[in-house]
């Protein structure tokens, strides 16, 4: 099988499991950080972790801590 027959079939898998008409093989799942626990945890401000680009300027979790 070629890589294209491979993706083929691949997408047209995802494509039935997001229709419901199959079950995925396997689930993964990620807890999110705490990045208010963390920075505490450091005692680290948001400004600091900004500057070290750990936290872009557009990023959600930005809006999300108010900073």
């Known amino acids: 099988m070629s890589f294209f027959d491979e993706l083929e079939t691949s997408l047209e898998e995802a494509v039935e499991i997001k229709q419901g008409l199959k079950e995925p093989a396997r689930v993964t799942r990620y807890e999110i950080a705490d990045a208010k626990a963390i920075r505490e945890q ?15 300027s557009d990023s959600p979790l930005r809006a999300k801590i108010g900073s």
Request: charged share 25%.
């Open 42 to 56: 450091l005692h680290t401000p948001t400004d600091r972790l900004r500057s070290q680009n750990a936290i872009k």
